[in-house]
């Protein structure tokens, strides 16, 4: 390791099923991962951050036979497809060091001899499953362990399973695993301990179902065809497989395993907290340092899903407010370790109020101020005050507190205290005047200092906030001319005196019109309307002696007006093969011109009771096709043939 290194730090996310385009949820696990170990690398860690796909399961079987497509195909356009995982990664300046997929050769070949080790150590043996099964969550149960007969993970339908099943010692590891998780830090948030230990050990740990006869897109048990590992298995490993476990593809295991942390989403800390801890204790494995249970991002108070449709489009967001601007949001916004609520108001006050107002004005300010009074140049010197002290010493707290709350994964918390010292300059800028001490010379010195301990408070806050917001940092960097080594975690000391060199760019973050964005992110997010739409069958019936009731006849138009005063009706004269004129009055007149109707043949119901309409009488109704087009509807008259002679029967 080199001598500047503090050490290695390794970091993963969970990774991800590629069953549907990934939502803003997912987004915020990765750009809290991608957060943290851009804060490690600032420090001096050697980090390596993994991210990846979750490629097998029935799930991904079922969802290819839907689309009609291989599973293979499924995923690939899923993952690597316009618009797929890696493209949002992309997007939203995700700095991992490594992305697997669980169906990578070297990692299905690592977990074939993952399984047949547990198997040759006894820990793996084979049963009988009968239970249930969660097909969404890929996850089995109990009947003690459902919640009011469902998946106690997702509230979903379970199914009944039986079939010839390998089994994992799970039972044999339960005293071990309570151990862990009661007599060390290995799971945080620490409430989530008990949730786990109560819930799920307590009760008893039963052995774990880990192979599946029923489907065929897993990783294949090579000693016993037709079975696949059970994909828990085949993702929890993707940690140490991806550093070179059990597969000459990398070789950095020695190095980085154990894990530093494993950011996960509550629901699957189960797996994370239990599970894998037991299998790396089979295997006489080191475990990972920690386990951290985010909560989950719900929106307008339900939790995420495709199928409540209330999934949030991270590039229609990232693309209206910015990448920066959202990556902030996600993480200034919601304490990590608990659930919240997205909502776009929420997100739009944030950026104006944050970002626009407090940080970007700052910048702003400080550099028109310093153009139009220095010209940009700030030379070395100038003559401090009090407030200047007062403002180094609220930066070196600051930067204290900031780094606790990193350590402890309390992304809002230390945005916070960043955000603390961005307030406080903007106080400073009210309290000094530099517009009055602009005014006479003897006060430049003092002006002068008062801009470069402007120009510093923004310097460390751009370093503090720069793994949310790594594009807006340089960015601001660049603005205020710093050297790359003032850049750096290590030029955290607050030294405001030296030279400046500023420039005057655009606002960072335009404020958002908040009535005006909101409807045009209704209006985006709105389901599409189908582009053709007709009314569903009636189901119920008319018997056939009252359908031969009507009389339906071919109606010959001789003339046909608007009635006055009516935007709706338009008046027919029509030959009826009576040789009397019988009058129609029918609503048509948005869809028709009266004059192009006339001599036309169309269909009518013409022993319906008369009835007065705008005070003219419509003896009979004429008959037309009605459907919705693009969300308007649309009306077409029936017109039949001009050979077909008025009074002609319809039937
Ligand atoms: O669980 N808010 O994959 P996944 C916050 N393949 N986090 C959310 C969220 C939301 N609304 N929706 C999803 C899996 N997530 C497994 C992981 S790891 C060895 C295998 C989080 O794509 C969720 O909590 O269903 C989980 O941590 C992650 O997204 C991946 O979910």
């Avoid at 007062?390 to 606790?404: D, G, I, N, P, T």
């Avoid at 606002?507 to 739409?533: G, H, N, W, Y």
């Avoid at 109606?555 to 006055?564: G, L």
Wanted: proline letters at 5%; hydrophobic letters at 40%; charged letters at 25%.
């Amino acid at each position: 390791m080199c001598e500047k290194c503090k050490g290695k730090f390794y970091i993963t996310t969970p990774i991800y099923y590629p069953s549907a385009k990934l939502h803003i949820g997912h987004t915020y696990c990765t750009v809290a991962t991608d957060a943290m170990a851009r804060y490690k690398r600032l420090q001096g860690y050697d980090v390596l951050f993994l991210t990846g796909t979750d490629e097998h399961g029935q799930k991904i079987e079922d969802k290819a036979k839907e689309a009609g497509v291989t599973p293979q195909q499924y995923v690939d356009n899923i993952v690597a497809g316009e618009k797929g995982v890696l493209d949002l990664w992309k997007l939203m300046n995700i700095s991992n060091d490594r992305f697997i997929r669980t169906t990578d050769s070297y990692h299905v070949a690592a977990i074939q001899k993952i399984f047949k080790k547990m198997y040759d150590n006894g820990d793996i043996y084979k049963g009988t499953y009968t239970g249930k099964y969660c097909k969404p969550c890929e996850s089995f149960w109990t009947e003690s362990q459902l919640v009011d007969g469902k998946c106690p993970d997702c509230g979903r339908e379970v199914q009944d399973a039986q079939e010839e099943a390998y089994f994992f010692r799970l039972s044999k590891y339960a005293g071990r695993v309570q151990a862990l998780l009661e007599n060390t830090d290995f799971l945080e948030p620490r409430s989530r301990v008990n949730e786990m230990v109560n819930n799920f050990i307590k009760p008893g740990l039963e052995d774990l179902c880990v192979s599946r006869t029923s489907f065929t897109w897993g990783v294949p048990v090579d000693f016993d065809p037709g079975h696949v590992v059970y994909v828990w298995i085949d993702a929890l490993f993707n940690y140490m497989t991806a550093l070179g476990f059990e597969n000459d593809r990398y070789d950095d295991l020695e190095k980085y395993w154990p894990a530093d942390v494993h950011f996960v989403g509550k629901e699957i800390v189960r797996f994370h907290s239990i599970i894998w801890p037991a299998m790396l204790m089979s295997l006489n494995l080191p475990l990972p340092k920690k386990v951290y249970g985010h909560g989950w991002l719900n929106f307008n108070g339900e939790k995420m899903s495709k199928s409540r449709g209330n999934v949030v489009d991270p590039y229609i967001l990232a693309e209206r407010f910015g990448v920066d601007a959202l990556r902030f949001f996600l993480l200034r916004t919601f304490p990590f370790g608990s659930d919240g609520n997205f909502t776009n108001e929420l997100l739009i006050s944030t950026i104006n109020t944050d970002l626009a107002n407090d940080l970007g004005n700052l910048v702003s300010r400080t550099t028109a101020m310093s153009q139009k009074y220095f010209g940009g140049t700030l030379p070395e010197g100038g003559e401090s005050a009090a407030l200047d002290e007062e403002l180094s010493l609220l930066a070196a707290e600051v930067v204290q507190k900031y780094e606790q709350a990193m350590d402890g994964f309390q992304f809002s918390v230390a945005l916070g205290e960043a955000f603390r010292l961005i307030g406080r300059a903007n106080k400073y800028i009210d309290e000094n005047a530099p517009w009055v001490l602009a005014k006479r010379e003897e006060s430049r010195p003092r002006l002068l200092a008062v801009m470069k301990n402007l120009c510093e408070c923004i310097r460390i806050a751009a370093i503090l906030v720069s793994p949310v917001m790594p594009d807006s940092a340089q960015k601001i960097f660049d603005l205020l001319g710093v050297p790359a080594d003032g850049r750096v975690w290590d030029s955290l000391r607050y030294c405001a005196l030296g030279a400046w060199q500023t420039s005057v760019g655009a606002p960072l973050f335009p404020r958002i019109d908040v009535e005006k964005e909101l409807s045009a992110l209704e209006e985006l997010t709105k389901p599409p309307v189908p582009a053709l739409q007709v009314e569903p069958l009636s189901p119920e019936r008319v018997d056939f002696d009252t359908f031969c009731k009507s009389d339906l006849r071919a109606v010959k138009v001789k003339a046909c007006e608007s009635v006055k005063k009516s935007e709706k009706l338009l008046c027919f004269t029509l030959d009826d093969g009576t040789g009397v004129d019988r009058q129609i009055l029918s609503g048509i007149a948005k869809y028709y011109k009266p004059e192009e109707l006339v001599g036309k043949t169309l269909a009518a119901v013409v022993n319906l009771p008369p009835r007065k309409m705008m005070g003219r009488e419509s003896c009979g109704m004429l008959l037309s096709a009605v459907h919705t087009e693009h969300g308007e509807e649309r009306l077409n008259l029936l017109m039949l043939s001009d050979t077909i002679p008025a009074g002609a029967k319809l039937c």
